[in-house]
């Protein structure tokens, strides 16, 4: 089984930065993208950035953009994210998520973690 495995969340200040690291563990495989997304409490969860492994090209949602930056050390199959200028309401639980090149409609799930925004 494919695992992504998230780490790097914690609280933080509004105004301030957090880092995000996800590592696929597990079985290997051929990578297609990973990327991530969040869920804040009571709503559901949304797209918030994903990369193409190969090539590099990356999606950012509108929320976002400007302040976030998705990259990757393809060697360690890990995939980060840089979140300047945190506001109150970049506060949820962030997933990380892989999908292979084999079946790159299949999205394979890490347990999430948390990031708070205090204003």
């Known amino acids: 089984q494919v695992q992504p495995v998230e780490s790097g969340g914690g609280l933080v200040q509004a105004g301030g930065s957090l880092r995000l690291s996800c590592a696929a563990s597990?079985?290997?495989?051929?990578?297609?993208?990973m990327g991530w997304f969040r869920q804040a409490p009571g709503k559901e969860r949304e797209f918030v950035a994903d990369m193409r492994w190969i090539g590099g090209t990356t999606s950012y949602a509108d929320s976002v953009k400007g302040r976030f930056t998705i990259s990757r050390d393809n060697a360690k199959n890990t995939v980060y994210l840089q979140m300047n200028s945190l506001k109150p309401e970049d506060t949820a639980v962030y997933y990380c998520?892989?999908?292979?090149?084999?079946?790159?409609?299949?999205?394979?799930w890490g347990k999430g973690t948390l990031v708070t925004v205090s204003s």
């Open positions: 597990g079985r290997t495989v051929a990578i297609y993208a």
């Open positions: 998520n892989l999908r292979s090149t084999s079946s790159p409609g299949m999205y394979y």
